[in-house]
């Protein structure tokens, strides 16, 4: 095993100890229903779309429901989460084309999905591993992005190069779990201006530690 997936299998063991209760935050009852969530927390925060997306579901209870929306009073139901015009339009016109190209089924590919409005590879990557347990590829947000590299997990700073450096070093079982584990740690640890490295229990397997 090389020092890199050693590191990284050691990592994901502690941090797996250390938040048990790692799991995706946007609450959701159907695929459809991640899909639209997660649409919605771009530049947001996940307590406030739930938020949100408590009366919108009973509101718009189908992507036959998103599909029929207007504009305007969905621009008024996702207000709350931020850039509500362009996300309005994006979960509107994704809910129109599952109804027209997929029967009302969220598709279970990430090209199917990528190709679908306002869908891109993270969000993809989120309904894969949350709603159909079956990961194309691991969850880069900003807390992955940041806690990997002062791991030295990855050199990169593009989302999508690092996606492809911490691949190879888990198994795909863990993908999902990983990535949950690291934004939890970026939460609650390894935060972006104060990192509590004398805390932090991969602070003798951390290259950047006490460095920050
Ligand atoms: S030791 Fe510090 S920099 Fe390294 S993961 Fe922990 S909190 Fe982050």
Redesign the pocket.
């Known amino acids: 095993m090389s020092d890199l997936k050693a590191r990284a299998v050691e990592v994901n063991k502690r941090l797996k100890k250390r938040y048990p209760e790692a799991r995706c935050s946007l609450d959701f009852t159907t695929p459809f229903e991640l899909l639209i969530a997660t649409i919605l927390s771009a530049q947001s925060t996940d307590v406030r779309v739930n938020i949100v997306t408590k009366s919108l579901f009973r509101k718009y209870p189908s992507p036959e429901a998103f599909a029929r929306a207007s504009q305007v009073e969905m621009e008024t139901a996702v207000k709350q989460t931020g850039f509500f015009r362009n996300k309005a339009k994006a979960v509107i016109a994704c809910a129109q084309t599952i109804v027209e190209k997929h029967g009302g089924e969220v598709p279970r590919t990430m090209d199917e999905l990528t190709a679908l409005p306002g869908v891109g590879r993270k969000t993809a990557n989120v309904v894969l591993g949350n709603a159909f347990q079956t990961p194309a590829g691991i969850v880069v947000d900003t807390h992955v992005t940041r806690?990997s590299g002062?791991?030295g997990l990855t050199q990169n700073a593009d989302a999508v190069k690092i996606e492809q450096d911490l691949i190879p070093l888990l198994p795909r079982s863990q993908w999902t779990a990983f990535s949950h584990r690291l934004i939890h740690?970026g939460r609650e640890?390894?935060a972006a201006r104060k990192?509590?490295?004398g805390e932090?229990v991969?602070?003798d397997i951390?290259p950047?530690?006490?460095l920050?």
């Open positions: 806690v002062r791991l740690h640890t390894c990192p509590l490295c932090c991969l602070n951390c950047s530690a006490n920050t």
